[in-house]
T-cell receptor, first 114, second 107 residues
Framework: GAGVSQSPSNKVTEKGKDVELRCDPISGHTALYWYRQRLGQGLEFLIYFQGNSAPDKSGLPSDRFSAERTGESVSTLTIQRTQQEDSAVYLC????????????FGPGTRLTVT | KNEVEQSPQNLTAQEGEFITINCSYSVGISALHWLQQHPGGGIVSLFMLSSGKKKHGRLIATINIQEKHSSLHITASHPRDSAVYICAVNYGQNFVFGPGTRLSVLP
């Protein structure tokens, strides 16, 4: 079946603009995760959603970052007033549930803030 | 906060060698994941385990809960195994990644 998809694959934006990144999880997966990977660095957890529960926002780096998820489907990660340090690959993953379930990763969105 | 460490940072091996990558963490966890990130950036989940040992093809992952340590072994390594291998742990509602081990397998 279809895997996790993300759009756009690449996004170049000017400093100060807002951007929206989209993630389509695997159908039936109730858990959805957002991660960030800066160039040459490791993965950072940003936020996760489990079903209709309130999301765990503990990893969001600032209040410029927010994320929404409609039910158990599409999620959008929004970055307001982008800064150059926001440049990174943003990865989405989904799993059947949180906890002891394998995560399936999307291809990522490469964000470049100029 | 859970600190996740991996060793070695970088590893170069000859094709056919047996490879071991280590991961240690500081706080009790619910699950540990081994991920593979290909040179193009794509990430694949290799294993998820909370105890004992798992095997998939030439890959073996073990975890020792008491010692807070996990190992990923690759038998009969091949150049296509060249990638970054990442250890990640679930604890409570948190998910923490290790820095990764960059493996290069030379033909």
């Amino acid at each position: 079946g279809a895997g996790v998809s993300q759009s756009p694959s690449n996004k170049v934006t000017e400093k100060g603009k807002d951007v929206e990144l989209r993630c389509d999880p695997i159908s039936g997966h109730t858990a959805l995760y957002w991660y960030r990977q800066r160039l040459g660095q490791g993965l950072e957890f940003l936020i996760y959603f489990q079903g209709n529960s309130a999301p765990d926002k503990s990893g969001l780096p600032s209040d410029r970052f927010s994320a929404e998820r409609t039910g158990e489907s599409v999620s959008t990660l929004t970055i307001q007033r982008t800064q150059q340090e926001d440049s990174a690959v943003y990865l989405c993953a989904s799993s059947f549930r949180t906890g002891y379930y394998e995560q399936y990763f999307g291809p990522g969105t490469r964000l470049t803030v100029t | 906060k859970n600190e996740v460490e991996q060793s070695p940072q970088n590893l170069t091996a000859q094709e056919g060698e047996f490879i071991t990558i280590n991961c240690s963490y500081s706080v009790g966890i619910s699950a540990l994941h081994w991920l593979q990130q290909h040179p193009g950036g794509g990430i694949v989940s290799l294993f998820m385990l909370s105890s004992g040992k798992k095997k998939h093809g030439r890959l073996i992952a073990t975890i020792n809960i008491q010692e807070k340590h996990s190992s990923l072994h690759i038998t009969a390594s091949h150049p296509r195994d060249s990638a970054v291998y990442i250890c990640a742990v679930n604890y409570g509602q948190n998910f923490v990644f290790g820095p990764g081990t960059r493996l290069s397998v030379l033909p």
